[in-house]
């Protein structure tokens, strides 16, 4: 079963919580608000911290590694407004590291989120959502990308290192109300970052370079900026610094 399940509650604190090889996760919580998880070790689960229906979620300081499931998350959530995740590590989960889906307001600050087999942060159907102080790299699987954002509007990028992964280091699509500032992303094995169907979207301070791909890349893309910007030594053989189609 689930190592704690918390449901239709309010002002939950969970500290100092280790949970590991339960069947399904070491926390679920549904339809709940203003929840704490801190201080904890999940490890080798099912699935690690999900949430959904609920509101105000908080989870920082905590270690969520090695889940097992089909598509198992390090913190997973969906249907939520408000959600806070720092200083988690999220290291070699079968699916994302951590990963947001239909919620408002996001911070996620502080990861450590490598060495998964899809993305290392993903977030989709979403808005107001900013990643910052987060490394990103090394994820395992099929396309897959450091940093993920589809359908989202509200988008900040701040101080993301994203290195080495089997995709994208940071990739963006359907998506408007963008600012990526000081982001690191090279010998990924596509593109540094790839925008697609995007809208207002700025790109500065950053470092995009000896990725297999383009360094920076965007299609049917309006109000598109990138500046002060290394776009050097990509290494595929048709790699280039900036690549617009129909922007």
């Known amino acids: 079963g689930t190592g704690i399940e918390i449901g239709d509650s309010t002002g939950i604190v969970t500290t100092s919580v280790s949970a590991s090889d339960n069947l399904d996760g070491a926390i679920l919580s549904f339809e709940s608000d203003d ?3 801190e201080n904890s070790t999940l490890l080798a689960n099912d699935d690690g911290f999900f949430a959904f229906n609920s509101t105000n979620i908080t989870v920082r300081e905590t ?3 090695l889940h097992t499931g089909s598509f198992a998350t390090g913190v997973g959530v969906s249907n939520v407004t408000g959600l806070t ?14 990963r947001a889906f239909r919620t408002s307001d996001i911070l996620l600050t502080g990861l450590i989120a490598v060495e998964n087999r899809e993305q290392g942060v993903g977030v989709f159907n979403s808005t107001n959502a900013t990643v910052r102080s987060t490394n990103a790299s090394y ?4 396309f897959a990308r450091g940093v993920d954002f589809d359908t989202v509007t509200g988008i900040t990028v701040a101080n993301v290192t994203a290195i080495g992964n089997n995709g994208t280091g940071l990739d963006i699509r359907d998506s408007a109300q963008i600012a990526v500032a000081n982001v690191t992303a090279r010998q990924n094995t596509d593109g540094g970052i790839e925008t697609f169907r995007v809208e207002n979207a700025t790109v500065s301070d950053s470092r995009l370079v000896a990725n297999q791909n383009n360094g920076f890349y965007a299609s049917n893309a309006t109000n ?3 500046r002060a910007t290394n776009l050097s030594t990509q290494q595929g053989a048709e790699a280039t610094g900036i690549e617009y189609i129909s922007v």
């Open 35 to 37: 929840v704490l998880v």
């Open 63 to 65: 270690n969520t590694s």
């Open 85 to 98: 995740v720092s200083n988690v590590t999220a290291v070699n989960n079968n699916g994302t590291g951590i």
């Open 139 to 142: 994820q395992t699987g099929t």
């Open 224 to 226: 598109i900026t990138v």
